[in-house]
C-alpha cells in the first residue's frame, strides 16, 4: 500500500511538472503561464488534467497541418497574389502609410478601392436589409454567426435560407456551438428541418484532439452573390431589436453593409472557415470589377491558428499612427499591458483618446474587471464615458477622422487570443465621417467617468474589481 502511495506521489510530481514546463515553454503571455504554473504545481492532477484540455491550442496545430498538405493553398495563395498586384495601386495619407505597410505585412491580404461601406443600426435597420439580400440572391448565400437565436428574427431568418434553397441557390450557414447554446431549441434544428445546408463550428466532443470549449468562432457575416456582404457584432436574433424588447433584454449595436471588391475577400474568408469546419472545398467565386465607392478597405481574418496576434499588432499600429485624436467604442474592455501603454502613451503625447464603455455590461465581471484597469489610464489622459442602457454591443474605432476598424472584435485577451474574429479597415474621411458622427451621437447621451467617480467606490467594489481583473487574460 506504500508503494502504491509513494507511485501516485511520485507520478503526480511527474505530471505536474512536465505540464508546468510545458506551460513555461509555449505560453506566450507570462501572466498566462505564471497562472497555468502555479495552478499545475499547487493543484496536483487538477492543475494539469485543466492544462491539457483548455490552455493547449490544438487549433494552430491542426490549422498548420491542412495548410502544409495544401488543403488551404488556393485561398492564401489568392490572398498573397492580391496583395502583390493591388498595393501599387493604393494611396492612404502620408501618416498611415506606415499602419498601411505592417497591417499588408501581417494580414498578408489586400488593401481594396473602390468601396462602399454604410451603417446599420440595431435589428430594425440590419435584418431587413439582410433579409432583402438573401431573398434578391439568385447564385449562393454564406452566413457566419456566433450567436444564432430560435426566436421570431431567428425563423425569418430560417425561412428567408429555407426559401432561397428552394430557388436553387447555393446556401451555406455556420454557428458556433457554444453560442448555439444560447437559445432553445437551438436553431440547428430549425435548419435541418428547413433543408438549409448548416455546420457547427468546433463542436462538442470527448475527443482530446477535438475538445476546444475556450475557442469560438465570434466572426459574423452575410454574403449574397459577391453583390453585398455584411458584418459588424450583431448576431441573429430578437435580443437586437431595440424598439420592440423590453429595456433589460435589449441590445444596441450597428452593423455594416458592405460592397464592392471587399466582398471577394470576405468571401474567401467565409470558404475558409466552412471547410474547415465541414471539410467540403468549394471554389471562390471570380471576382468582379466593380467598385461601387471611394472606400479604401482591408479585411482582418484573426484567431488562435495564426502565428500571431494580427489585431493586436493592427491597434498597436494604428495608436502610433494618431496624430490628433482616436475614438472607441467597445463593449468589452481588458486589455493587456502592451495596449494599455499604447493608449496611456498616446494620451501623454497629447492625442485626444476618447473610449466610450456601457454603464451595465451584461458580463457584470468582465464591467469590474474593466473598472479596475480605469485609474490608471484616467491619470494618463484617457478618456472614458458609460453609455447608459440598452447594453451597447457596438465595437468601432476611428483615429484621425481618417481610419477606421469596424467588425467583431472586443478590446479583451479573449478577441486578442482565443476568439475567431473578423474586422476590417477602412481609409477615407467620408466613412471615418459617419463613424465619428455616430460615436458623437452616443457620447451626448454617456457620462463622463472621473478619477472623482472612482475614489467614492467603497472598499469592497475596488477589491472585487480587482479580484476579477487578476483572471483578465482569460475573460
Given at each position: 500500500?506504500?508503494?502504491?502511495?509513494?507511485?501516485?506521489?511520485?507520478?503526480?510530481?511527474?505530471?505536474?511538472?512536465?505540464?508546468?514546463?510545458?506551460?513555461?515553454?509555449?505560453?506566450?503571455?507570462?501572466r498566462a503561464a505564471l497562472g497555468w504554473l502555479a495552478l499545475c504545481l499547487l493543484v496536483p492532477w487538477v492543475g494539469g488534467a485543466l492544462y491539457w484540455i483548455f490552455g493547449i491550442n490544438r487549433i494552430r496545430t491542426h490549422a498548420q497541418d491542412l495548410h502544409r498538405r495544401g488543403r488551404w493553398k488556393y485561398l492564401k495563395d489568392k490572398n498573397l497574389?492580391?496583395?502583390?498586384?493591388?498595393?501599387?495601386?493604393v494611396s492612404v495619407l502620408e501618416s498611415f502609410e506606415p499602419l498601411h505597410r505592417l497591417s499588408t505585412a501581417v494580414t498578408q491580404r489586400p488593401l481594396l478601392t473602390g468601396n462602399q461601406v454604410r451603417l446599420l443600426q440595431d435589428g430594425e435597420e440590419a435584418y431587413p436589409a439582410m433579409l432583402e439580400a438573401i431573398g434578391a440572391a439568385r447564385e449562393w448565400v454564406y452566413l457566419s454567426t456566433y450567436i444564432f437565436d430560435s426566436d421570431e428574427t431567428g425563423r425569418q431568418f430560417v425561412a428567408a435560407l429555407s426559401q432561397a434553397v428552394a430557388r436553387g441557390v447555393r446556401v451555406r450557414v455556420l454557428v458556433d456551438a457554444f453560442g448555439a447554446q444560447y437559445s432553445f431549441p437551438q436553431v440547428s434544428r430549425l435548419l435541418k428541418k428547413a433543408k438549409v445546408p448548416f455546420s457547427k463550428f468546433l463542436p462538442f466532443s470527448l475527443s482530446l484532439d477535438r475538445f476546444h470549449p475556450n475557442l469560438r468562432n465570434h466572426r459574423k457575416?452575410?454574403?449574397?452573390?459577391?453583390r453585398i456582404a455584411f458584418t459588424g457584432g450583431m448576431n441573429i436574433g430578437d435580443?437586437?431589436?431595440?424598439?420592440?424588447?423590453?429595456?433589460?433584454?435589449?441590445?444596441?449595436?450597428?452593423?455594416?453593409?458592405?460592397?464592392?471588391?471587399?466582398?471577394?475577400?470576405?468571401?474567401?474568408?467565409?470558404?475558409?472557415?466552412?471547410?474547415f469546419s465541414?471539410?467540403?472545398?468549394?471554389?471562390?467565386?471570380?471576382?468582379?470589377?466593380?467598385?461601387?465607392?471611394?472606400?479604401?478597405?482591408?479585411?482582418?481574418?484573426?484567431?488562435?491558428?495564426?502565428?500571431?496576434?494580427?489585431?493586436?499588432w493592427i491597434l498597436l499600429g494604428a495608436l502610433s499612427a494618431a496624430r490628433e485624436k482616436v475614438k472607441i467604442i467597445t463593449p468589452y474592455f481588458v486589455p493587456d499591458r502592451v495596449i494599455m501603454a499604447a493608449l496611456n502613451a498616446a494620451a501623454l503625447r497629447g492625442i485626444d483618446v476618447e473610449i466610450i464603455l456601457p454603464q451595465k455590461n451584461n458580463l457584470p465581471f468582465v464591467g469590474w474587471a474593466s473598472r479596475a484597469l480605469l485609474w490608471e489610464m484616467l491619470q494618463k489622459g484617457v478618456k472614458f464615458y458609460y453609455q447608459p442602457p440598452p447594453f451597447a454591443h457596438t465595437k468601432l474605432m476611428v483615429v484621425?477622422?481618417?481610419?477606421?476598424?469596424?467588425?467583431?472584435?472586443?478590446?479583451?485577451?479573449?478577441?486578442?487570443?482565443?476568439?475567431?474574429e473578423l474586422d476590417v479597415e477602412t481609409y477615407g474621411a467620408d466613412f471615418a465621417g459617419d463613424l465619428e458622427n455616430y460615436f458623437q451621437t452616443v457620447q451626448s447621451r454617456s457620462r463622463p467617468v472621473t478619477l472623482a467617480d472612482l475614489r467614492r467606490d467603497s472598499f469592497f467594489s475596488r477589491f472585487r474589481n480587482a479580484f476579477f481583473n487578476l483572471f483578465s487574460p482569460y475573460l
Amino acid at each position: 500500500m506504500r508503494d502504491l502511495h509513494f507511485i501516485l506521489v511520485l507520478a503526480s510530481f511527474a505530471f505536474s511538472l512536465v505540464t508546468a514546463g510545458h506551460a513555461v515553454l509555449y505560453k506566450r503571455d507570462a501572466r498566462a503561464a505564471l497562472g497555468w504554473l502555479a495552478l499545475c504545481l499547487l493543484v496536483p492532477w487538477v492543475g494539469g488534467a485543466l492544462y491539457w484540455i483548455f490552455g493547449i491550442n490544438r487549433i494552430r496545430t491542426h490549422a498548420q497541418d491542412l495548410h502544409r498538405r495544401g488543403r488551404w493553398k488556393y485561398l492564401k495563395d489568392k490572398n498573397l497574389d492580391a496583395v502583390k498586384n493591388t498595393d501599387l495601386k493604393v494611396s492612404v495619407l502620408e501618416s498611415f502609410e506606415p499602419l498601411h505597410r505592417l497591417s499588408t505585412a501581417v494580414t498578408q491580404r489586400p488593401l481594396l478601392t473602390g468601396n462602399q461601406v454604410r451603417l446599420l443600426q440595431d435589428g430594425e435597420e440590419a435584418y431587413p436589409a439582410m433579409l432583402e439580400a438573401i431573398g434578391a440572391a439568385r447564385e449562393w448565400v454564406y452566413l457566419s454567426t456566433y450567436i444564432f437565436d430560435s426566436d421570431e428574427t431567428g425563423r425569418q431568418f430560417v425561412a428567408a435560407l429555407s426559401q432561397a434553397v428552394a430557388r436553387g441557390v447555393r446556401v451555406r450557414v455556420l454557428v458556433d456551438a457554444f453560442g448555439a447554446q444560447y437559445s432553445f431549441p437551438q436553431v440547428s434544428r430549425l435548419l435541418k428541418k428547413a433543408k438549409v445546408p448548416f455546420s457547427k463550428f468546433l463542436p462538442f466532443s470527448l475527443s482530446l484532439d477535438r475538445f476546444h470549449p475556450n475557442l469560438r468562432n465570434h466572426r459574423k457575416m452575410l454574403l449574397a452573390d459577391n453583390r453585398i456582404a455584411f458584418t459588424g457584432g450583431m448576431n441573429i436574433g430578437d435580443r437586437h431589436l431595440v424598439q420592440k424588447l423590453p429595456r433589460k433584454r435589449r441590445i444596441s449595436d450597428l452593423h455594416f453593409a458592405l460592397t464592392g471588391p471587399i466582398t471577394q475577400e470576405l468571401q474567401n474568408v467565409f470558404l475558409e472557415d466552412w471547410f474547415f469546419s465541414s471539410g467540403e472545398s468549394i471554389a471562390p467565386a471570380t471576382p468582379d470589377d466593380h467598385s461601387t465607392g471611394e472606400v479604401l478597405a482591408r479585411v482582418v481574418s484573426s484567431g488562435p491558428n495564426e502565428d500571431f496576434e494580427k489585431l493586436s499588432w493592427i491597434l498597436l499600429g494604428a495608436l502610433s499612427a494618431a496624430r490628433e485624436k482616436v475614438k472607441i467604442i467597445t463593449p468589452y474592455f481588458v486589455p493587456d499591458r502592451v495596449i494599455m501603454a499604447a493608449l496611456n502613451a498616446a494620451a501623454l503625447r497629447g492625442i485626444d483618446v476618447e473610449i466610450i464603455l456601457p454603464q451595465k455590461n451584461n458580463l457584470p465581471f468582465v464591467g469590474w474587471a474593466s473598472r479596475a484597469l480605469l485609474w490608471e489610464m484616467l491619470q494618463k489622459g484617457v478618456k472614458f464615458y458609460y453609455q447608459p442602457p440598452p447594453f451597447a454591443h457596438t465595437k468601432l474605432m476611428v483615429v484621425d477622422g481618417y481610419y477606421g476598424l469596424i467588425g467583431s472584435s472586443n478590446w479583451d485577451a479573449r478577441s486578442f487570443r482565443l476568439n475567431f474574429e473578423l474586422d476590417v479597415e477602412t481609409y477615407g474621411a467620408d466613412f471615418a465621417g459617419d463613424l465619428e458622427n455616430y460615436f458623437q451621437t452616443v457620447q451626448s447621451r454617456s457620462r463622463p467617468v472621473t478619477l472623482a467617480d472612482l475614489r467614492r467606490d467603497s472598499f469592497f467594489s475596488r477589491f472585487r474589481n480587482a479580484f476579477f481583473n487578476l483572471f483578465s487574460p482569460y475573460l
